[in-house]
């Protein structure tokens, strides 16, 4: 799995972490996020636990909720980060799938959208824009390469 991969999965699992905060689905998520990071070591699931109670009792209060979930996104996704790369190709594989499987659960909850393995999938608007005779896309895979010329013109409309 690329490093690019790894980080859009830890992301998305970061995402559905801090979503799944007061659904339907929190426990069973809560619960496969601790047994995930905590990789078989009792205190070290109950530390997670203990994080991850901590963040649902602050998305719970009142205030700052936009800035609070975008800190707690990132939050879990840099302790995913620190998961799945410190694992083997074969056991980062493993983890991979059960945290996709984290993503799904959370998603459920909330009606979400979905993406193929190396896709993006928004809930909202995304924007990606392109300047100075770059190419950009939320996902880009080129084989053979890419060929690009300057000065570039704006494509001709046919005239009736």
């Known amino acids: 799995m690329s490093t690019e991969a790894l980080a859009a999965l830890a992301a998305a699992g970061g995402t559905a972490v801090v979503q799944a905060a007061g659904t339907d689905v929190w426990a069973t998520v809560r619960q496969s996020v601790a047994r995930l990071l ?54 980062r594989a493993t983890v991979a799938a059960q945290l996709a499987e984290v993503i799904s659960q959370a998603q459920s909850a909330r009606g979400g959208v979905h993406a193929a393995p190396g896709g993006v999938a928004a809930g909202g608007d995304v924007r990606i824009a392109a300047e100075g005779g770059s190419v950009a896309g939320a996902v880009v895979r080129v084989e053979g390469g890419v060929q690009m010329t300057a000065p570039f013109s704006p494509p001709q409309r046919p005239q009736s």
């Open 38 to 91: 905590g990789r078989g070591d009792a205190q070290q699931e109950a530390a997670e636990l203990s994080r991850l109670d901590q963040m649902h009792a602050v998305l719970a209060a009142e205030g700052d909720r936009v800035g609070h979930r975008a800190r707690w996104e990132a939050v879990w996704q840099t302790r995913l980060e620190v998961v799945l790369e410190a694992l083997d190709a074969q056991e």
